[in-house]
Structures are given as C-alpha cells and as structure tokens.
C-alpha cells in the first residue's frame, strides 16, 4: 500500500510535456501579439509625422504669404528622425484669388506609397 502511494505523488514524463506545449503555444501567441502591436505603433507614428510635414509645409507657405505658380514641386525633409518625401501640387480655383494645394508625404524609404495627403487653399496676399 505505500509503495502505490508513493508512485502517484508526483505528474508523469507525458503529463510535463503537455504541460510545456501548452505553456509553448502560449508563448507565442504573445509574442506574435506584441510584434503586431509594436509595428502598428511604428506605423501610427510614421503617418502622424508625416502628417505634421504636410501642414508645416501648408502653413509656410501662409506664413511667407507665397503665391506659388500652378505646377508641381517636391522635397525631403526631417521629422522625429525620420526622413519623408513630399510632393506638392499647386492648382487653381474657380476663384482667381485662391489657389489649391494638395500635399503628399511619403517616408523617403518607400518614396511610392503616401502616408499622408493634404489639401488647402492659400489666398492671394493682398500685396501681391
């Protein structure tokens, strides 16, 4: 009688290995969960700055009160580290006095796909 009590005290070599692999599989849903999360966190920051790039070009343009000719311009610049290409175009309205500007930011890294997009309207100086 003591020798069987002694042999269940303790788990058997299959019951452990259950145990780890369900312990395993854990583990990497984790993991996969925390990288998902980290590269969603680098993506909301890379168009957040690139979003700040498009309205600091816009309001620059307000700020010198240009009066930028139709067509089209581009450039790099520097925000939070990273470097993004923009690229501006410049349209008119159907009111002569307002010109239409649409800014596209890219990181300069994949110069192909745009992290952000914005359009205003600049009004001509009244100097000008």
């Known amino acids: 009688m003591?020798?069987?009590?002694?042999?269940?005290?303790?788990?058997?070599?299959l019951e452990v290995l259950v145990a780890l692999a369900i312990?395993?599989?854990?583990?990497?849903?984790?993991?996969?969960?925390s990288i998902q999360v980290t590269s969603g966190a680098d993506a909301l920051k890379a168009r957040t700055l690139a979003v700040w790039v498009a309205e600091n070009r816009l309001t620059e343009h307000a700020a010198r009160r240009d009066w930028?000719?139709?067509?089209?311009?581009?450039?790099?610049?520097?925000?939070?580290?990273?470097?993004?290409?923009?690229r501006e175009t410049v349209g008119t309205t159907a009111e002569p006095e307002f010109r239409r500007i649409e800014i596209?930011?890219?990181?300069?890294?994949?110069?192909?796909?745009?992290?952000?997009?914005?359009?205003?309207?600049?009004?001509?100086?009244?100097?000008?």
């Open 2 to 13: 003591r020798r069987a009590a002694l042999c269940s005290a303790g788990f058997t070599l």
């Open 23 to 33: 312990v395993a599989i854990g583990l990497g849903a984790a993991v996969r969960a």
């Open 68 to 86: 930028p000719a139709p067509g089209s311009a581009q450039g790099d610049v520097g925000q939070g580290g990273i470097a993004f290409t923009w």
């Open 104 to 128: 596209a930011v890219a990181a300069a890294s994949q110069p192909g796909y745009v992290l952000a997009r914005l359009t205003g309207v600049l009004a001509m100086p009244r100097d000008k």
